[in-house]
C-alpha cells in the first residue's frame, strides 16, 4: 500500500490527488486521469501502470471500478507535515542541495553545505514541477507518433497471420495432393503385379498342360 506521506500528488497531473483510485499494483491515480490514461493506452482490456510498467486489467467500468485509496483524502492532502532534520532537532528541511541531492536544513545549510549550491526547496519543487510538465507535452506530443508506430506493427501482426494460415492452407492442399498421388501410385504398382501374376500363372497353367499331355504319351507309348 503506497504512504500518503511519500507522494501526495497524482503522477499524471501533477496535482492533489481527486478521487484517488488505487490499481492493482498498488499505485494510486486520479480518477480522471486514471480514466483518460486508459483511454489512450490501453490494448486489449489491458495497460502498462505508468509507473512500475505492470500489466494491469481494465474493469468493465473504467477507472471508476477501481478501489478508492483511503490513506490518501483531502485532509491528510491540506495538512501536509512538515518533516524536520534528524540532526538538529525543529529545524525544518526547507533546503535542497543539488550537489548532494540531499534536502537539508538551515543549519545543515549554513555548515556541512556552506559551499554548496543549495536552493529554497519550494523554488526546486516548481522547477521540478516545470520540467515534469515539459516532458508531459513532449510524450503528449509523441503519442500520435507512437500511435502510427503501433498501427503499423498492427497490420505487420495481421498480415503476417494471414500470410502463415494461408501457407498453411497451401501446404495441407500439397499434402492431399501428395497422398493422392501416391495412393494411385501404388493402386498403379498393384495392378501391374497381379496382371504380371496372372500371365505368369496362365504360362504355368500352360506348361502344366503340356507336361500332362507328355506324361499321357509316355504311358501309351509301346515298342
Known amino acids: 500500500m503506497e504512504d500518503p506521506d511519500q507522494r501526495i500528488t497524482c503522477i499524471i497531473c501533477l ?25 489512450k493506452f490501453a490494448v486489449d482490456d489491458t495497460f ?13 467500468n473504467g477507472a471508476k471500478d477501481f478501489p478508492v485509496n483511503f490513506y490518501v483524502d483531502d485532509q491528510e492532502l491540506a ?10 532537532g525543529q529545524e525544518i528541511l526547507d533546503f535542497y542541495c543539488s550537489g548532494c541531492q540531499l534536502v537539508v536544513c538551515r543549519q545543515c545549510k ?4 556552506q559551499t554548496h549550491d543549495v536552493q529554497n526547496l519550494q523554488n526546486v519543487r516548481q522547477i521540478f514541477v516545470l520540467e ?38 497451401e501446404v495441407d492442399l500439397q499434402v492431399v495432393k501428395i497422398c493422392q ?4 501410385q501404388g493402386e498403379d504398382i498393384k495392378d501391374i503385379l497381379k496382371k504380371t501374376l496372372a500371365k505368369k500363372l496362365m504360362n504355368l497353367d500352360a506348361m502344366l498342360v503340356e507336361l500332362k499331355e507328355i506324361c499321357f504319351l509316355l504311358n501309351h507309348y509301346t515298342i
Open 15 to 39: 496535482s492533489n490527488f481527486r478521487k484517488p483510485k488505487i490499481i492493482d499494483c498498488h499505485h494510486t491515480y486520479c480518477e480522471a486521469c486514471l480514466d483518460d490514461y486508459i483511454d
Open 48 to 60: 502498462d501502470c505508468a509507473l512500475c510498467r505492470r500489466t494491469i486489467t481494465v474493469p468493465p
Open 79 to 88: 495538512n501536509n507535515k512538515e518533516e524536520f532534520c534528524v540532526y538538529h
Open 110 to 113: 549554513q555548515t556541512d553545505h
Open 132 to 169: 515534469l510538465e515539459t516532458l508531459k507535452q513532449e510524450l503528449a506530443d509523441k503519442i500520435p507518433q507512437f500511435q502510427s508506430y503501433s498501427d503499423v506493427f498492427k497490420t505487420r501482426i495481421s498480415q503476417n497471420k494471414k500470410s502463415t494460415e494461408r501457407l498453411c492452407t
Open 181 to 184: 498421388t501416391t495412393h494411385k
